[in-house]
């Protein structure tokens, strides 16, 4: 279970990194990247 828990951490972690890199290169998707980072941080 502990594996399993870390690996979705690992992949929240990323998915919020790109995140911010797609915000970086593209402002308009602003509103969809905030929906994943909010789902990541609850």
């Known amino acids: 279970m502990k594996k399993t828990?870390?690996?979705?951490?690992?992949?929240a972690v990323v998915?919020?990194?790109v995140g911010g890199v797609?915000?970086?290169s593209?402002?308009?998707?602003y509103g969809?990247?905030?929906g994943v980072s909010q789902t990541v941080n609850v």
């Open 5 to 11: 828990l870390a690996g979705i951490l690992a992949v």
């Open 22 to 24: 797609q915000y970086t």
């Open 15 to 17: 998915l919020t990194i």
């Open 32 to 34: 969809l990247d905030s």
């Open 26 to 29: 593209k402002p308009d998707t």
